[in-house]
């Protein structure tokens, strides 16, 4: 996209991933753990003939696939309203996303994944799969920021691109759900796009919400 050359001064008009560190707290949860192991048992003498020490074979190796990041009580909330009410699944897919405000608008065509994190979902695209077009307002920040924003006409729909990683904040900013984690409130991944799925509509709503109103706000922290 051709990118504005000053920087603004002004502030998001919505929570953005990254900000300031929030004032209040909720009490931490676990990640969960364990994915991907090889499943092992002893085998009896009288079964299979094979001495106490020895190891059965595993019936099957569990693939491991991508690590969800829906791992405690608000992701997993925020898993199950993204899959019901715009039918997307974690792990990417081809759909093409428009602007929940004026569904004829292309956003984007397919995404990489979902991120759910202690600040609510966002979709992840990589930089080929934006129609940026659409996205003609640019508010480029300084180098040390952590994301540069792309809005819609209108601003309804703002995408943040990611600059810097969040993995030293341990807690969201304001309005997300403190977990102190270690390895950061969310998995954003620099050079990678990001848009709030209420922002964004598909084609193919699931039924049960083909009719809902853009102007209401469906994801709650």
């Given at each position: 996209p051709n990118l504005h050359p000053q920087c603004y001064p002004r502030k998001p008009r919505s929570l953005a991933p990254m900000a300031e560190p929030p004032v209040h707290d909720e009490a931490a949860c676990s990640a969960s753990k364990g994915h991907g192991r090889w499943r092992h048992r002893l085998a009896s003498n009288a079964a299979g003939g094979r001495s106490d020490d020895q190891d059965e074979a595993p019936d099957a190796a569990i693939t491991e696939g991508p690590v969800s990041t829906a791992d405690c009580w608000n992701r997993l909330r925020d898993k199950e309203r993204v899959e019901g009410e715009l039918g997307l699944c974690e792990g990417g897919g081809d759909k093409e996303l428009f602007d929940a405000s004026d569904p004829q608008r292309l956003i984007a065509r397919g995404y990489r994944r979902i991120v759910f994190g202690d600040h609510g979902p966002y979709l992840e695209f990589d930089t080929a799969q934006i129609v940026w077009e659409n996205l003609p307002e640019a508010i480029l920040?300084?180098?040390?920021?952590?994301?540069?924003?792309?809005?819609?006409?209108?601003?309804?729909?703002?995408?943040?691109?990611?600059?810097?990683?969040v993995e030293q904040k341990h807690n969201p900013p304001a309005g997300g759900v403190r977990h102190n984690r270690e390895g950061g409130y969310a998995d954003y991944k620099v050079g990678m796009c990001y848009i709030a799925p209420d922002m964004l509509t598909v084609s193919d709503l699931p039924a049960a919400h083909a009719g809902a109103a853009v102007t209401k706000k469906r994801w709650k922290r």
């Amino acid at each position: 996209p051709n990118l504005h050359p000053q920087c603004y001064p002004r502030k998001p008009r919505s929570l953005a991933p990254m900000a300031e560190p929030p004032v209040h707290d909720e009490a931490a949860c676990s990640a969960s753990k364990g994915h991907g192991r090889w499943r092992h048992r002893l085998a009896s003498n009288a079964a299979g003939g094979r001495s106490d020490d020895q190891d059965e074979a595993p019936d099957a190796a569990i693939t491991e696939g991508p690590v969800s990041t829906a791992d405690c009580w608000n992701r997993l909330r925020d898993k199950e309203r993204v899959e019901g009410e715009l039918g997307l699944c974690e792990g990417g897919g081809d759909k093409e996303l428009f602007d929940a405000s004026d569904p004829q608008r292309l956003i984007a065509r397919g995404y990489r994944r979902i991120v759910f994190g202690d600040h609510g979902p966002y979709l992840e695209f990589d930089t080929a799969q934006i129609v940026w077009e659409n996205l003609p307002e640019a508010i480029l920040k300084p180098p040390h920021a952590y994301y540069d924003e792309y809005h819609s006409p209108g601003g309804f729909v703002r995408l943040y691109f990611q600059k810097r990683s969040v993995e030293q904040k341990h807690n969201p900013p304001a309005g997300g759900v403190r977990h102190n984690r270690e390895g950061g409130y969310a998995d954003y991944k620099v050079g990678m796009c990001y848009i709030a799925p209420d922002m964004l509509t598909v084609s193919d709503l699931p039924a049960a919400h083909a009719g809902a109103a853009v102007t209401k706000k469906r994801w709650k922290r």
